[in-house]
């Protein structure tokens, strides 16, 4: 017996389509807080120490929490190649902004204090602020368009034609995503903060966090509202073989007002999605006022949890809906890779994620702690 047969095709797609929400999930929950942090530094930190006490609280683990963002390039390429060439090919200059911004990081923290001048310093603060915001905007962006459906199709030959342009991405309901996502990772990066700072810093983050909180209730609240009455989802008419060849052209699809919703009627029980999504964003709301740190930090993180799993529930078997061509749009049963690639791929998986977990948490524990203006002063102190 073939090794790859002890799980059939059909139960490796889906294996795969929930190891994506992880690693999804991951990257927002962890160099989430690093990008919400970045974009409050200019707000909450109001002196030089201030400033240098913000970034040391993700400088030791912004490194190793971006794994999460190349982790999951990595399977969207591996596990569906299709979605990843229309994704990042069609969303060339979006996906180059991004990285152009997330550059920016690094650079920030190692130059910011090179030169006492308070202009270099600020200059440098700023363009911290440019790198947790945008991609913060651009990937809720990238959400918003998902949901709608993206502009390409597939010929007979199965050859991948975009017909969307940059200014289409930002439409109305994509940018309330973009606000959402925005909204949704400063409430992580200020749940994060006030559980490592202390005095006026951690004061004034309560405050950008409590609104941050707030608006993610709101926001995410509209934006399903929208969905609902605004959005028309995609839905299968015919074909679609679960365990069928990877061709997207075999089945047939129909853009259909409320579709997005069908799997909630279908499982109430995934409803448990949304109700995250909204209550997770309710406890920081609480936990942020009663300055409840470990309180707070819950509630962002079922907040993500909720949002990001809400996401992929609605639109589930659909991975990357196509606007021009409804047949084309790519499923998780009909975009994947080889059954023996996926089953190799999770048992590489099942190795090397285990120990990318425990490396991580053992960092964590080391390194926990709150960064105190003391810390920065002291000579021989942190190092940003």
Known sequence: ??????????????????????????????????????????????????????????????????????????????????????????????????????????????????????????????????????????????????????????????????????????????????????????????????????????????????????????????????LYFLVDGYAVTSGGDMAGPSNPLLKTAAVLPGAWFANYGAYPLLLIAPALGLLGAFLAFVGFGAKRPGVTFTGSFLSIFGIISSVGVSMFPFILPSSVDPRASLMVFDASSSHLTLFIMLVVTLIFLPLVLAYTAWVYKILWGKVEPSDITRKGGHAY
């Open 1 to 226: 017996m073939i090794l790859h047969t002890l799980l059939d095709y059909e139960t490796l797609r889906l294996i795969w389509w929930v190891l994506l929400g992880v690693l999804l999930i991951g990257f927002a929950a962890t160099d989430g807080f690093d990008l919400g942090v970045a974009t409050l530094l200019p707000f909450v930190g109001q002196t030089d120490v201030e400033r240098r006490v913000v970034i040391n609280t993700v400088g030791p683990v912004w490194e190793g929490n971006q794994v999460w963002l190349i982790l999951g390039g990595g399977a969207i390429f591996a596990a569906w190649p299709p979605l990843y060439a229309v994704s990042f090919s069609g969303f060339y200059l979006a996906m180059f902004a991004t990285l152009f911004a997330l550059i920016l990081r690094p650079v920030g923290f190692k130059y910011r204090s090179k030169r006492e001048s308070a202009t270099w310093r600020s200059g440098w603060d700023w363009a911290l602020f440019v790198g947790g915001f945008v991609p913060s905007l651009i990937f809720g962006v990238a959400v918003g368009n998902v949901l709608q459906g993206v502009p390409f199709r597939l010929d007979d030959d199965l050859r991948i034609f975009y017909d969307g342009t940059f200014f289409g991405l930002l439409n109305p309901y994509a940018l309330l995503c973009g606000l959402l996502s925005v909204a949704m990772l400063v409430m992580h990066g200020a749940a994060w903060l006030v559980m490592k700072t202390s005095g006026r810093v951690a004061d004034r983050t309560r405050t950008f966090g409590t609104a941050a909180a707030f608006a993610t209730f709101v926001l995410y609240a509209l934006g399903g509202i929208a």
